[in-house]
């Protein structure tokens, strides 16, 4: 594929980008002729750097470079790993942390909220017998102290330093690695917890501490706690990553900052980002990677569909329209910190299918064989069934061809493992067990296309779905059987593009607080469908104590991000500057979120505009009979997000060869679908053409990914050497 990257640095410079996902690492090399290269290998996770260097060693070999060769001309580095996520689902993060908050409050995190437990909706309905998730702080080192702020931010209650002074040694004496603070109400006035901060340095110099008024300045302190916690939680094993990466990148030649992708959706350097914002980030790239091809195809929606060995990941863009998660569920906790919307469920190459012994009924998920043991057919001790098994039993992956050839995959295993398991207890053919092995993992990924799409009011027929992940391209027909999508894409790098996804990210970072502002009742003209602000005297209907909040806490967020600017070494012509607010009618439940032009109120003219900004995103998305104007207005929290430009990729567009894919024919081989074994050729993806169409039944095989084509689908490839997936006849 021909690329070229804009604001080249020099005719040696490369871009790479590397993402460690639960099963396989990905590395994804832009070339100084534009071209590009993608390497593919296990994650060993109880080592993450050297899954890094691994898959960067694999890209590296197909180039036939070295990494001394390649490193010292490389201009920009970035990483997205779930080490954050895992540490926290493996409970492998700081062992002994305590908890300082407001006395009378400290099983606030014991008590969780419904939602934050993790449960299903079958779950939740049978709350009492429902387990929740062992607590990352034990109740025996959470610690209250007496002092109590109020909801406009005032101190009825002085805080008494002695129980500060008790409260720390006493969690000394527990041994903790490090103490979290989170009191009421902070979020509005932090003197107080700023003042523990102080306190435990004076007892216990060097301890770590993370204050929730400095990591998560926001409204409901559930969420916000949970955000500190794992902050501290998390932020050891994350920095001892990161600096064994950067370690070994600087010996190797590497001469720039290491940069990590964020949940927020862009990039900072590794010696600034804070680990909360790493959380998801593998995923989140995928979506930049979706927002990028979406432009380049002039598309107004888009979906991404990514299927990996442990999950399946939808995320939606819509024109003009940039979603963040109010408070994502990470390990079953409940948090606080910005996140793209994405929606996941357990579905991949290793979910475990199993026969339920009560209703003999076929169940595949959410559970995964991860990258250890992974599939029985790895032969690396697995002993369950999964999806990757079934592909391999039908023909549909060759064993002698996994990632290329490197890894050699026992089919008989899998075959023995899906017959005793899966096929004799339901008393059907191993044929037809694989297969409907694979088809409910395909139903189950279509249900959550469907619902992703529905609770946005979109239909796929509005959509463009790219569809990506190792196993994506695999699965891509079952899972889109009967959804009437725009057009269905499978890029060439499929299996990386996470990784991809990163390196069409700009340097990004977002902050948020919450000044809890109200506006009372304002005339709403039903006529002009419009807010009336000719009657309104002053600034009356607003507190002056509210404005002061408003704009003394948006000053101090576009001070942190400016600090940040100039760490991450940009200049103010290089970034701008992106103000919005979560805001909701009085007596409603949950914010809306409203891009605004200004980010301070100095006059009614100023207040006009944020509540029409409001207002016009309040109406395009419930309608005009769901306004609420009488019920004044909640701004609950406002939001400054910096973003620096990077350089981009740039696709060029190659004439097409013409529909006959012969030159990329490797042969043919028998593929069981839909009940029987059927013919079907076998092509090589690296050979395909611009122009060349590929009936089905057909497979074309890369080193990292496979394409099923059924016999009622073709693959049709684009100037781009994109793949799109048509029906016969269309």
């Not at 006493?170 to 917890?193: M, P, Q, Y």
């Not at 611009?690 to 095989?701: F, S, T």
């Not at 496979?706 to 269309?730: A, E, L, W």
Request: with cysteine; glycine share 10%.
């Amino acid at each position: 594929m021909g690329m070229v990257v804009t604001k080249e640095k020099g005719n040696k410079a490369y871009y790479m980008y590397i993402d460690t996902g639960g099963t396989f690492s990905d590395c994804f090399i832009l070339k100084p002729d534009g071209t590009f290269e993608t390497g593919k290998s296990p994650t060993t996770p109880d080592n993450l750097a050297d899954s890094f260097f691994s898959c960067m060693e694999v890209a590296l070999l197909k180039m036939g470079k070295s990494i001394d060769d390649v490193l010292p001309n490389t201009v920009i580095l970035g990483y997205g790993t779930t080490q954050g996520t895992n540490v926290i689902v493996t409970r492998s993060g700081a062992s002994r942390l305590g908890l300082i908050t407001t006395r009378g409050h400290e099983d606030r995190t014991i008590i969780m909220r419904l939602r934050a437990a993790g449960l299903s909706r079958q779950e939740a309905m049978h709350i009492a017998r429902a387990d929740k998730p062992e607590p990352l702080i034990p109740r025996k080192r959470i610690k209250g102290v007496t002092e109590r702020i109020d909801s406009k931010g005032k101190v009825i209650i002085p805080l008494r330093e002695q129980e500060v002074r008790t409260a720390v040694n006493d969690l000394l004496e527990e041994g903790v690695e490090g103490i979290a603070v989170g009191l009421l109400w902070s979020f509005l006035n932090s003197t107080h917890e700023r003042r523990i901060q102080e306190i435990i340095e004076e007892i216990a110099p060097g301890m770590p501490v993370s204050i929730s008024s400095a990591v998560a300045p926001l409204i409901r302190e559930y969420p916000r706690i949970m955000t500190t916690i794992i902050d501290l939680y998390i932020g050891k094993a994350l920095k001892e990553l990161l600096e064994r990466i950067g370690s070994r990148l600087a010996k190797r030649g590497y001469n720039y900052p290491l940069l990590v992708t964020q949940a927020s959706g862009g990039l900072a350097r590794a010696d600034i980002v804070k680990p909360a914002t790493t959380l998801h980030s593998g995923p989140v790239g995928g979506f930049a990677g979706v927002e990028f091809l979406k432009k380049l195809y002039g598309f107004d929606n888009a979906a991404g569909a990514d299927v990996g060995g442990t999950s399946f990941d939808v995320c939606i863009s819509q024109r003009e329209r940039v979603d963040y998660l109010r408070e994502p569920i990470v390990g079953r906790f409940e948090i606080c910190n910005p996140m793209r919307e994405i929606t996941t469920i357990g579905a991949g190459g290793g979910t475990l299918a199993k026969v339920d012994k009560i209703v003999n009924l076929l169940i595949v998920g959410p559970e995964s064989a991860g990258a250890e043991p992974g599939p029985v057919c790895y032969q690396r001790g697995g002993m369950v069934a999964t999806v990757t098994d079934a592909d391999v039993v039908m023909n549909r992956i060759d064993p002698r061809y996994f990632l290329g050839g490197r890894y050699k995959l026992d089919r008989e295993r899998a075959i023995k493992v899906i017959k005793e398991t899966i096929a004799e207890p339901l008393k059907m053919d191993v044929m037809e067990a694989a297969e409907g092995i694979c088809k409910v993992l395909d139903a189950n990924m279509a249900a959550t296309l469907r619902f992703a799409l529905a609770t946005r009011g979109g239909a796929p027929s509005e959509f463009a779905l790219f569809v990506y992940g190792g196993a994506g391209p695999t699965h891509c027909a079952g899972f889109t059987a009967g959804l009437d999508f725009k057009e269905i894409v499978i890029p060439p790098f499929a299996p990386v593009f996470c990784a991809f996804g990163a390196a069409t990210a700009d340097i990004r970072h977002r902050y948020e607080a919450s000044p809890s502002v109200t506006i009372r009742e304002i005339p709403y003209d039903f006529t002009t469908l419009r807010f009336d602000f000719d009657g309104i005297s002053g600034l009356s209907e607003l507190s002056y104590e509210g404005i002061d909040r408003f704009n003394r806490m948006f000053g101090e967020l576009e001070e942190q991000a400016r600090c940040d600017r100039n760490a991450e070494g940009l200049s103010e012509v290089e970034v701008r500057f992106n103000y919005e607010i979560l805001a909701r009618y009085g007596g409603q439940l949950w914010e809306l979120r409203a891009r605004i032009p200004i980010n301070r109120i100095d006059s009614v003219k100023d207040l006009a505009q944020i509540v029409r900004h409001f207002e016009d995103q309040y109406r395009a998305e419930y309608g005009q009979q769901a306004m609420a104007p009488r019920g004044g207005l909640q701004i609950l929290t406002i939001a400054v997000e910096l973003v620096g430009s990077l350089s981009k990729p740039k696709f060029n567009r190659i004439e097409k060869k013409g529909e006959n894919p012969t030159e990329a024919l490797k042969g043919e081989r028998e593929v069981y679908f839909d009940g029987s074994f059927r013919k079907s050729r076998i092509y090589l993806m690296s050979r395909l053409l611009p122009g060349n169409i590929v009936p089905g039944p057909a497979i074309i095989e890369a080193d990292d990914t496979t394409i099923v084509i059924p016999p009622d689908r073709k693959i049709v490839v684009d100037g781009y050497r994109n793949m799109t997936m048509k029906y016969q006849g269309g």
